[in-house]
């Protein structure tokens, strides 16, 4: 399987930036996709961003137009860019290695947007 293990949170304020980095490692040859998901207090992990081995990228309709998904292949790494940042994007961010027998979770990241 793989370890995945996120940075990047903190607090920001509304309208501000933050990034996201997943880094993995282990048997990252099986991924055939990465997600960025999220929990607020009190509610569910949604999905928020997918980004597939063949490059194929799909966003909740909650984030469309402000978070970019990316991945840097030599550094094992996948991003999440979060532009123009709300108080209700405040939530823990895990993200998600999936393959076809399998899925690992990190331990996810807080972001807080807060003025």
């Known amino acids: 399987q793989v370890q995945l293990v996120e940075s990047g949170g903190g607090l920001v304020q509304p309208g501000g930036s933050l990034r996201l980095s997943c880094a993995a490692s282990?048997?990252?040859?099986?991924?055939?996709?990465m997600t960025w998901y999220r929990q607020a207090p009190g509610k569910r992990r949604e999905w928020v961003a997918t980004?597939?081995?063949?490059?194929?990228?799909n966003y909740a309709d909650s984030v469309k137009g402000r978070f970019t998904i990316s991945r840097d292949n030599a550094k094992n790494t996948v991003y999440l860019q979060m532009n123009s940042l709300k108080p209700e994007d405040t939530a823990v961010y895990y993200c998600?290695?999936?393959?076809?027998?399998?899925?690992?979770w990190g331990q996810g990241t807080q972001v807080t947007v807060s003025s």
């Open positions: 282990g048997s990252i040859f099986s991924i055939s996709a």
């Open positions: 980004i597939t081995s063949g490059g194929t990228i």
């Open positions: 998600k290695g999936i393959a076809t027998t399998w899925s690992s």
